[in-house]
Antibody, heavy 118, light 108 residues
């Protein structure tokens, strides 16, 4: 059974870059689509973007100018960078898996809280 | 971008009762690419239903999904104590961005 685990700093200063990594274990990173999804405290879910193991990406237009998602298949990891963060970027960030680019999310990481504050 | 509107915002029920949750899309989902998730406090969402009506692996048959076009429903036939949570619908139809509804809280 595949497992996903997010890692990265829990506190980021305003205007800086948020960086998170998701490590995939118990299954292959190949032939799946890997997404980042976030949830501000007490609020709903927002899809940030996905990457395929080949490096092909698709981002939410609302964040596209600030987001970069990359993959390292040799480490079974994919990463998120969100630049110029503001307080509204404070959220629990989840990584998740899809079997296709047009698919639901069938496996999720436990999530990691990132707070944007000085 | 497709907007999903869930209703009601909160559903107050007792164990053993039937829960009916609604999700309405701002435009027709031509392929019925709609999923439902359950989220408990402090946990990640868990996939319940995909393709509007297919149960995910390990999901009890008291959970069922139905609907097509713009109107979709999640039904829980007999609520168990562990079912009380927030439920989200999500669309993955035609093209990104994939979007979620705002959630329905099912509480005791």
């Amino acid at each position: 059974q595949v497992q996903l685990q997010e890692s990265g700093p829990g506190l980021v200063e305003p205007s800086e870059t948020l960086s998170l990594t998701c490590t995939v274990s118990g299954g292959s990173i190949n032939n799946y689509y890997w997404s980042w999804i976030r949830q501000p405290p007490g609020k709903g879910l927002e899809w940030i973007g996905y990457i395929y193991h080949t490096g092909s990406t698709n981002y939410n237009p609302s964040l596209k100018s600030r987001v970069t998602i990359s993959v390292d298949t040799s480490k079974s990891q994919f990463s998120l960078k969100l630049s110029s963060v503001i307080a509204a970027d404070t959220a629990v960030y989840y990584c998740a898996r899809s079997i296709s680019w047009y698919a639901n999310f069938d496996s999720w990481g436990q999530g990691t809280l990132v707070t944007v504050s000085s | 971008e497709i907007v999903l509107t869930q209703s009601p915002g909160t559903l107050s029920l007792s164990p053993g009762e039937r829960a009916t949750l609604s999700c309405r899309a701002s435009q027709s989902l031509s392929s019925n690419h709609l999923a439902w998730y359950q989220q408990k406090p402090g946990q990640a969402p868990r996939l319940l239903i995909y393709g509007a009506s297919s149960r995910a692996t390990g999901i009890p048959d008291r959970f069922s999904g139905s609907g097509s076009g713009t109107d979709f429903t999640l039904t829980i036939t007999r609520l168990e104590p562990e079912d009380f949570a927030v439920f989200y619908c999500q669309q993955y139809d035609s093209s990104p961005p994939w979007t979620f509804g705002q959630g329905t809280k099912v509480e005791i």
